[in-house]
């Protein structure tokens, strides 16, 4: 039989990348998991079912829970790493594609690194960023062209690249010169799946935000614009380093909810519920628009990024043309008072099925299988 392996970057925290890589393990159940580092309570909890294998970098707890300190040590762990595969799927965004393979290597890529190829964008504005997110930016400034390097020969030991919206397409190509294809992955959310559970303190009508709490993700231009918006709450979703300045946001904002981290039931009941969802990061896919549209629900998108691939204008949701605070206040306005239906916004979203995503990811290994 084939011996497939696959591999992530680091499974320390919740977000799209993560969810791909769950998807990963379901289309090739019993197989390892092999990362950098591994952090089960800053995870989805479905990792505690797999045999996630880390590097021995993961030893150092500071470095567990706090991936972003482990950027100066990572190139060499990396490349220390070799798997024995017929066939390593590497799903990847700054390091899981410089692991060595005796066999062929597919990279799975949600973006090139954002921290080596867009660091003032990832990075965010003085003001919002914290001492530790500067202390890091700082570091990337000293070793950049030593992983840039590494970056680039890392990229050309794969053997095949697929990406996740055509934007990361052209990225790829811009970047390393490699032509890939695009297979969007499918929603993390499923308004099929188990019960959903209410939230009592949160009121209707209200918009909700879903993203990790760092600059690029614009959550505090949302935060002020959803304020400008009479009679409409807003709940955002998700943690990071950027939440005590968030949370002095909010407290000169009206109507907000900052829940943090919440379970899927939890997060079911607020796409089941919300009038809209909001999305002004700056994305390399656009993954929740597709879960709201799962459950019927409009975005008001950036147009930018994967929110491309992702929304259609009109018929799933609105966009606006910059994050700032009046241009994302007026697209939420116009997604509360239009008219969408339902049934084409789900329809919209079933084309994005698992099943579809999973059996192309089966035909691509079998492709590089005949080549072995």
Same mark, same amino acid.
């Given at each position: 039989m084939a011996n497939i392996a696959l591999a992530h970057d680091y499974v320390t925290q919740r977000g799209g990348a993560e969810r791909v890589a769950l998807t990963l393990t379901r289309a090739y159940p019993q197989l390892p998991l092999h990362t950098t580092l591994? *952090?089960?309570?800053?995870?989805?909890?479905?990792? $505690?079912?797999?045999?996630?294998?880390?590097?021995?970098? *993961?030893?150092?707890?500071?470095l567990r829970q706090h991936h972003r300190l482990a950027l100066p040590f990572l190139k060499d762990a990396v490349s220390r790493?070799?798997?024995?595969?017929?066939?390593?799927?590497?799903?990847?965004?700054?390091?899981?594609?410089?692991?060595?393979?005796?066999?062929?290597?597919?990279?799975?890529?949600?973006?090139?690194? %954002?921290?080596?190829?867009?660091?003032?964008?990832?990075a965010g504005s003085n003001s919002s960023r914290s001492l530790r997110s500067r202390t890091i930016?700082?570091?990337?400034?000293?070793?950049?062209? =030593?992983?840039?390097?590494?970056?680039?020969?890392?990229? %050309?030991?794969?053997?095949?690249?697929?990406?996740?919206?055509?934007?990361?397409? %052209?990225?790829?190509?811009?970047?390393? $010169?490699i032509e890939a294809e695009v297979l969007p992955p499918p929603p993390a959310m499923s308004a099929l799946a188990a019960a959903s559970q209410p939230i009592p303190h949160v009121r209707q009508p209200f918009i909700l935000c879903v993203a990790r709490l760092l600059p690029y993700k614009n959550v505090d231009r949302v935060i002020e614009?959803?304020? @400008?918006?009479?009679?409409?709450?807003?709940?955002?979703?998700?943690?990071?380093?950027? %939440?005590?300045?968030?949370?002095?946001?909010?407290? @000169?904002?009206? @109507?907000?909810?900052?829940?943090?981290?919440?379970?899927?039931? =939890?997060?079911?009941?607020?796409?089941?519920?919300?009038?809209?969802?909001?999305?002004?990061?700056? =994305?390399?896919?656009?993954? +929740?628009?597709?879960?709201?549209? $799962?459950?019927? @629900?409009? +975005?008001?998108?950036?147009r930018d990024g994967?929110?491309?691939?992702?929304?259609?204008?009109?018929?799933? $949701?609105?966009?606006?043309?910059?994050?700032?605070?009046?241009?994302i206040a007026r697209a939420v306005e116009d997604m509360v008072r239009l008219p969408w239906s339902a049934r084409r916004i789900i329809a919209h979203s079933e084309s994005f099925s698992e099943d579809r995503f999973v059996a192309r990811i089966h035909e691509i290994v079998d492709e590089e299988l005949a080549r072995c």
């Open positions: 591994y *952090n089960p309570s800053g995870t989805f909890p479905e990792f $505690g079912a797999i045999d996630v294998k880390p590097m021995p970098i *993961n030893r150092w707890k500071m790493c070799r798997v024995d595969a017929d066939v390593l799927v590497a799903s990847s965004s700054g390091w899981a594609h410089g692991i060595q393979s005796t066999g062929r290597k597919i990279v799975y890529c949600h973006a090139p690194a %954002r921290w080596l190829y867009q660091a003032d964008r990832y930016e700082a570091v990337a400034d000293i070793v950049g062209p =030593e992983l840039r390097a590494w970056d680039q020969q890392a990229a %050309r030991s794969a053997d095949r690249y697929v990406v996740n919206s055509t934007i990361i397409q %052209r990225a790829v190509a811009e970047v390393y $010169g614009a959803v304020s @400008r918006v009479p009679n409409l709450n807003l709940v955002v979703v998700g943690e990071g380093p950027g %939440r005590r300045h968030l949370e002095s946001v909010a407290a @000169r904002a009206e @109507r907000t909810h900052l829940l943090g981290r919440v379970s899927d039931g =939890e997060l079911r009941w607020l796409y089941e519920n919300c009038s809209g969802l909001v999305a002004a990061s700056y =994305e390399d896919f656009g993954l +929740t628009p597709l879960e709201a549209a $799962g459950f019927g @629900r409009p +975005t008001a998108a950036l994967g929110y491309l691939d992702t929304v259609v204008e009109n018929v799933t $949701g609105v966009f606006f043309e910059a994050p700032t605070v009046d241009s």
